[in-house]
Nanobody, 126 residues
Framework: VQLQASGGGLVQAGGSLRLSCLASGRQNNMNFLAWFRQASGKEREFVGSITWSPGSPVYANAVKGRFTISRDNAKDTVYLQMNDLKPEDTAVYFC????????????????????WGQGTLVTVSS
């Protein structure tokens, strides 16, 4: 199982970007995927999560209403659509996954994830 994140770049405040996370070899081994981000000098922060089965995504308060997580099961890809970006959204964005779904209270803990992508840098200029 491998995760490959892509789509990062430089964007002005108020702009949009869409990140992709390709989950190679996921089959039935990876049912839960999340996005995290890590700004320079800060801890890794939960952004949101989604399951491969039907269900609604979950979002951190900091991105709720601006970011949208979706999936394309046929392409084994999860997307993070980021709108109305702010300078404080600048970070390296990672996708992470695990086999089983997590309860809401545990989703923000990076330790609960079994697989991680390499990260993609998002820079938002003011």
């Amino acid at each position: 199982v491998q995760l490959q994140a892509s789509g990062g770049g430089l964007v002005q405040a108020g702009g949009s970007l869409r990140l992709s996370c390709l989950a190679s070899g996921r089959q039935n081994n990876m049912n839960f995927l999340a996005w995290f981000r890590q700004a320079s000098g800060k801890e890794r922060e939960f952004v949101g999560s989604i399951t491969w089965s039907p269900g609604s995504p979950v979002y951190a308060n900091a991105v709720k209403g601006r970011f949208t997580i979706s999936r394309d099961n046929a392409k084994d890809t999860v997307y993070l659509q980021m709108n109305d970006l702010k300078p404080e959204d600048t970070a390296v964005y990672f996708c992470a996954a695990r086999q089983n779904r997590l309860v809401l209270s545990a989703q923000a803990n990076p330790r609960h994830y079994e697989w991680w992508g390499q990260g993609t840098l998002v820079t938002v200029s003011s």
